[in-house]
């Protein structure tokens, strides 16, 4: 008799007892319908696939290339987090040339590693993803440094087995048009980023208030606050990355814990990103919390991604 049919049936005294299956959290809802052009949700311990959709299709993927630059940076040998980078002014002329996100950080200021992590992830700081970029690359020239660093981050991407992953920037704003991945390799991009603590750390991080030391030896500080409204809106949401760009539409790298289990999602190009989160991670937990779902409000002031 095969498992399943002992499993499925036992005849004790003549009577027939038929077994009912018991369904996981992920059986126990129906799958949900998501806005996003493409999707994936994986179980954190294990890496199964709890749900995709178009998986493998390669789409842009705007700022949650910074989840790159930050394993990136996070994998250097005998990495310094506490480490001081000047901020140069051409990493202001870069966010005022491409209208890009930014973290407002100041010429002559000197900052940690650390902090340029925070100003990269939470408000999205295309000023800080060059300065990491900057400083992490090799070559005698800024424009050489920064394509060492790209090299690096597509070497990581080949080391991770995200075959249909090309890096062509930094921060997003692709240079060549090959700036794509696809929703299962972003999302086991991401499962790797979480292994480190200070990412982890960053990423579920509201606010935070940093102090830098300016060119003339005083004191600046700095408040950011992080883009992603799941943070705060779903119970036990603790990261991880948004993105928006006009070839890649609102994106959004996703992460939850609750008890002992811990999801990890990507929706790429989706129309309404934080409920098709939020939906998606009911389902991961097979739970029904979505609906009632309250977006924690950005200040006025607060970058928007």
Not at 34 to 46: E, I, P, Q, R
Request: hydrophobic share 35%; aromatic share 8%; charged share 20%.
């Amino acid at each position: 008799m095969t498992l399943r049919k002992a499993a499925a049936i036992a005849v004790t005294a003549g009577t027939v007892l038929l077994a009912t299956p018991v369904a996981s959290p992920a059986q126990a809802v129906t799958a949900p319908t998501v806005s996003a052009k493409g999707a994936y949700l994986l179980d954190n311990a294990t890496g199964t696939k709890l749900f995709g959709k178009y998986a493998d299709h390669e789409r842009p993927m705007a700022s949650t290339t910074k989840i790159m630059t930050a394993r990136v940076v996070l994998s250097q040998t005998g990495l310094d987090l506490d480490r001081k980078v000047t901020i140069r002014q051409a990493y202001r002329d870069y966010v005022t040339a491409k209208g890009a996100s930014t973290a407002d950080l100041r010429t002559g200021d000197r900052v940690t590693v650390r902090q340029l992590l925070y100003a990269m992830m939470l408000p999205s700081g295309c000023d800080a993803a060059y300065a990491l970029a900057d400083t992490f690359g090799t070559g005698d020239t800024r424009s050489a440094r920064v394509k060492s660093f790209i090299g690096k981050m597509n070497k990581k991407a080949a080391d991770l087995g995200l075959t249909n992953t090309h890096f062509d920037s930094f921060d997003g704003i692709s240079t060549t048009g090959a700036n794509y991945t696809t929703p299962r390799d972003l999302a086991k991009l991401a499962r790797s980023a979480m292994k480190y603590s200070t990412f982890r750390s960053v990423v579920k991080t509201t606010k935070t208030v940093r102090y830098a030391t300016t060119s003339t030896g005083g004191t600046r500080t700095y408040t950011w606050y992080n883009t992603n409204q799941l943070l705060g809106s779903y119970s036990g949401a603790n990261g991880i990355k948004t993105g928006t760009s006009t070839p890649a539409g609102p994106c959004l790298v996703f992460s939850a814990t609750r008890g002992d289990k811990t999801v990890i999602g990507v929706v790429l190009n989706a129309t309404s990103r934080y409920s098709d989160a939020a939906k998606m991670l009911d389902y991961g937990f097979g739970t029904s919390t979505a609906p009632t779902m309250q977006l924690r409000r950005l200040p006025a002031d607060a970058q928007r991604d």
